[in-house]
């Protein structure tokens, strides 16, 4: 009933058991339970975009899930983007564009960046703009977080056409 | 947050039998995105949350010629990211689009939207110019009641009890019809709607005339509203500046906005005259099978 209970899901590619409560968001138990302290706490009420993770490959605000709901669900966090001790080029791109101050929202934006390039390798600026709406920096001012995903689509881009 | 025992039924009948017995203690959960905030900042204290989306009947997503049945846990993004939708219900997908960011459209149902019940809400103005039939589950078994008449006043509706939004219906798309949701918005997004309007028309195959119109409204009085005067008055008329304008003032007619941070009542009742003209115009350019020059977050 109100005890904890077993939830069983892959985490950046590996299988991950944890015991919660209900009453647990994803982001306490990834954070908490799980120390992936990588995914940031905003605002705790969806409005941030700074716990995104990726669930089942659709980003979620991840203090918007209760923990008990991602059983069986396939997680990605900030951790699993970097591959090998390798940034990658979205990773890269902010860093190289100064697209951030405190560091705070940057795994969300980083998380949000790879879904947008995942289905649209050439966005325009209004499409980058309008689809990291939900993530909110309050010291950037975003237009070195829209270069650099910019700098980062470029990239991609020039790699597979290699 | 308060403890709670969670559930995920897989059978519509159990989650019933379940939200029954718990008579009033218990709170289905579809995208989390509006009860798990009031649930953290205490508004709402459920003994039991009961996980609506395992339940198959709530997932249904189906558009063809008999019509389109939404599931009522059926998020946001896959509204939007079916083409039968974008084509034929398009108010719709424009509603599903703006929903918070694409985080919040990963999870939002329109099912939680309106059984949420708040009078911003931006899919249930669509839900009723497209003719939505809300389907509910209950204990003394399903009835249907129309969109429009689904919200009683601000976070209240029509559910008694043990009774479940199973999903809404919607008559089969006509030819040369279109529809387009949209709100004003003090920001380009993410944000609640100062006004927002949806609306539905069927042209006659000269694209000139009007057969019929709805228009729902959000945002201008405590529940969202079906301007029942305007659509009808619209029916046979000739599509022009003057119809769309009597249409608008009618609308008008049947509001009581407030005052809030967000705008004056008389803000709001000149935006609403506005908006309904601006959305009339771009559902008679879809039904007439032009592009609409829309973009979300502009
Ligand atoms: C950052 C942010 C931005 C937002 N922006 C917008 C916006 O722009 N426009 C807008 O309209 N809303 C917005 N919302 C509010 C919210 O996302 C929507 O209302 C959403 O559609 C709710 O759906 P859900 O599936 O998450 O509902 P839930 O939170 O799961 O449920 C909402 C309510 O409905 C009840 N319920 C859910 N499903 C059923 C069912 N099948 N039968 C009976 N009762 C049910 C629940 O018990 C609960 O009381 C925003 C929220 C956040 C956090
Ligand atoms: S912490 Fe989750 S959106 Fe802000
Ligand atoms: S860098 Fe500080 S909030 Fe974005």
Redesign the interface.
């Known amino acids: 009933?109100?005890t904890k209970?077993v939830v069983s899901t892959t985490i950046n590619g590996g299988p991950v058991e944890f015991l919660c409560?209900?009453?647990?968001?994803l982001l306490e138990v990834l954070r908490n339970t799980l120390g992936l302290t990588g995914t940031k706490e905003g605002c705790?009420?969806?409005?941030c975009?700074a716990c995104?993770v990726l669930?089942d490959g659709?980003?979620?605000?991840s203090?918007?899930?209760?923990a008990?709901?991602a059983?069986g669900a396939e997680l990605r966090t900030i951790e699993g983007v970097a591959c090998a001790g390798h940034l990658d080029d979205v990773q890269q791109a902010f860093l190289e564009g100064a697209a951030l101050q405190c560091g705070i929202c940057t795994p969300g934006f980083i998380m949000?960046t790879e879904?947008l390039l995942e289905h649209n390798s050439t966005p325009t600026e209004?499409e980058i703009?309008?689809?990291?709406?939900?993530?909110l920096c309050r010291c950037t001012g975003y237009d070195k977080i829209v270069r650099a995903v910019q700098a980062a689509a470029a990239k991609r881009q020039a790699a597979s056409q290699k | 947050m308060h403890a709670f025992d969670y559930q995920a039924p897989r059978k519509l009948a159990d989650a019933i039998t379940q939200l029954s017995q718990l008579n009033g203690s218990a709170r289905p959960l579809a995208g989390g995105t509006d009860l798990i905030d009031q649930m953290r900042v205490g508004r709402l204290a459920p003994q039991t949350v009961i996980d609506v989306k395992k339940l198959p009947e709530l997932n249904v997503l189906q558009a063809d010629d008999t019509g389109l049945r939404l599931g009522a846990a059926v998020p946001c993004y896959r509204i939007y990211g079916n083409e039968q939708i974008v084509k034929h219900y398009s108010a719709l997908a424009d509603s599903c689009h703006i929903i918070g960011g694409v985080q919040i459209q990963s999870r939002a149902s329109v099912g939680g939207n309106l059984c949420n019940s708040g009078p911003a809400a931006d899919s249930t103005p669509s839900l009723i110019a497209l003719g939505g039939v809300c389907v509910i589950a209950g204990p003394q078994g399903t009835r249907e009641v129309a969109a429009e008449a689904f919200c009683v006043g601000p976070g209240k509706n029509v559910l008694q009890p043990g009774e479940l939004l199973v999903e809404i219906r919607f008559p089969a798309a006509r030819p040369y019809s279109g529809s387009h949701y949209r709100r004003f918005i003090p920001r380009n997004e993410m944000d609640i709607a100062v006004v927002g309007v949806g609306a539905a028309v069927e042209l006659d195959p000269s694209g000139k005339t009007i057969v019929s119109a709805r228009i729902g409204l959000g945002a201008v009085a405590p529940t969202p509203l079906y301007a029942e005067a305007a659509s009808q008055m619209l029916a046979g008329q000739e599509v022009n500046e003057t119809t769309l304008q009597q249409a608008a003032d009618a609308a008008k007619a049947i509001i009581s906005p407030i005052t809030d941070m967000r705008g004056t009542r008389e803000y709001r009742i000149h935006v609403t005259g506005v908006l309904v003209q601006r959305v009339l115009q771009a559902a008679v350019q879809r039904a007439r099978g032009e592009t609409i020059d829309y973009r979300p977050g502009r």
């Open positions: 009933m109100k209970t409560e209900p009453r647990q968001t705790s009420n969806g409005n975009g995104t669930m659709q980003p979620v605000v203090c918007l899930v209760l008990v709901e059983e949000q879904t209004d703009r309008f689809h990291l709406a939900g993530n």
